[in-house]
Nanobody, 115 residues
Framework: QVQLVESGGGLVQPGGSLRLSCAAS????????MKWYRQAPGKQRELVATITTDGSTNYADSVKGRFTISRDNAKNTVYLQMNSLKPEDTAVYFC?????????WGQGTQVTVSS
């Protein structure tokens, strides 16, 4: 069965960096686009970044130039490098797979940006 396991979250000061990882299993990873979403308290879940099977990327305007999504097909892992973090980046970050018209989610990893 599909499993997505996020890691790498934590508490960081404004301006700091974190790298999130999402280890995937149970499906042919290299054949699917992968996404990162986030959900702040009291807000809707929002799409942060997408990486396609050929490595093309797309970002929400709020994170462009600060976040980088990447993938390692040999390790079945997708990453989100987050630099110049702001308090408004505080949220639970989720890895997402859409396969055969169904969404799969990991358990999420908390990112808190605070001094």
């Amino acid at each position: 069965q599909v499993q997505l396991v996020e890691s790498g979250g934590g508490l960081v000061q404004p301006g700091g960096s974190l790298r999130l990882s999402c280890a995937a299993s149970g499906f042919p990873f290299s054949r699917y686009a992968m996404k990162w979403y986030r959900q702040a308290p009291g807000k809707q879940r929002e799409l942060v970044a997408t990486i396609t099977t050929d490595g093309s990327t797309n970002y929400a305007d709020s994170v462009k130039g600060r976040f980088t999504i990447s993938r390692d097909n040999a390790k079945n892992t997708v990453y989100l490098q987050m630099n110049s973090l702001k308090p408004e980046d505080t949220a639970v970050y989720f890895c997402n797979l859409r396969m055969l018209f169904r969404d799969y989610w990991g358990q999420g990893t908390q990112v808190t940006v605070s001094s």
